[in-house]
């Protein structure tokens, strides 16, 4: 098993090789001069004040906490997302696990930033500082064994609070999607504190093999297909694609919503 554990924290580096390559050269070739162009047609004048590099990280936060909301809530942008969730151990390398198709998703969290007057080059710098916290967010109980103060939570996503948005449990589905700051959780209701009597199992609740590039690549997007070449006509096609993941036409499959309602309803008893 732990022979398995280590050739899956090899395939998370390797994805996230494959995934970071194509979003560079995307970046390189597209992005920074789209953000650009909305640079020029701004909405609002920020400046580069303390305060407008404050905004600048907030705005990012909340844009990193919007898109990846969308790619746990939407069935065709979860075929990638998924990769990043499929490991089974917590470690830093999870960080990096990415799918090939991420650059179709992963610059909408700065490209639209600079319409509301950050300039491209303060999004890139607190980018990077997010990017950072991530890789911290994903450090195993192991490496980092004090949960930290508790208080830490009121404000902050912490490496604690994000293993449980990796969870596969019932209870901690559908939960903690912030980057930095646990505020969006909180007002969108999503925000999941761990609990001692429930230990995080980490992965999908349809796991697939994680220790084999390929299969971690392609699992959910074969799904997919499956199901789009069983939907009886458009409006199944059309629900297999934008729907929640688990969806299933007159409500024969489960959500993620749907499986945590039921948890939250099971602890209640």
């Known amino acids: ?22 979003v560079f050269a995307l970046n390189a070739a597209l992005t920074l001069n789209l953000m650009y162009a909305l640079y ?14 404050v ?31 499929a490991p089974e151990e917590m ?13 179709l998703i992963t610059p909408h969290t700065t490209l639209w930033l600079p319409l509301l007057g950050f300039h491209p080059l303060m999004i890139v710098v607190v980018e990077g500082l997010g990017l950072l916290w991530g890789v911290a967010l994903h450090m195993s109980e192991d490496t980092l064994r004090r949960p930290g103060p508790r208080w830490l939570g009121l404000a902050l996503i912490t490496p604690a609070l994000h293993r449980v948005h990796h969870g596969r449990n019932g209870l901690y589905l559908d939960t903690n999607y912030g980057l930095t700051l646990s505020l969006w959780d909180r007002l969108c209701g ?3 504190a761990p609990m001692p009597e429930e230990p995080v199992a980490y992965g999908l609740v349809d796991p697939h093999a994680t220790d084999r590039f390929i299969p971690s690549q392609m699992a959910a ?18 629900g297999y694609l934008f729907r929640a993941p688990g969806w299933r036409p007159g409500g ?14 099971e602890l209640a008893r």
């Not at 701004?42 to 004040?49: K, M, N, T």
């Not at 960080?95 to 198709?101: K, P, Q, T």
């Not at 024969?252 to 309803?265: D, N, P, V």
């Open 221 to 238: 997007l074969d799904a997919l297909r499956a199901d789009l070449r069983a939907a009886d006509g458009w409006r199944e096609r059309l």
């Open 55 to 85: 905004g600048a990280y907030v705005a990012y936060d909340l844009a990193s906490f919007v898109v990846h909301l969308a790619s746990h809530k939407v069935r065709l942008l979860w075929i990638f997302h998924s990769v990043h969730h």
């Open 91 to 103: 470690k830093a390398s999870v960080s990096f696990r990415g799918s090939l198709g991420d650059f």
């Open 190 to 192: 999503t925000f999941q």
């Open 252 to 265: 024969g499959g489960k959500t993620a919503r749907a499986l945590r309602a039921e948890a939250l309803s």
């Open 1 to 22: 098993r732990r022979i398995a554990r280590h050739r899956e924290g090899a395939v998370n580096v390797a994805c996230g090789a494959a995934s970071f390559l194509p």
């Open 40 to 53: 020029d047609v701004r909405l609002f004048d920020v400046g580069q004040s303390a305060w407008a590099w």
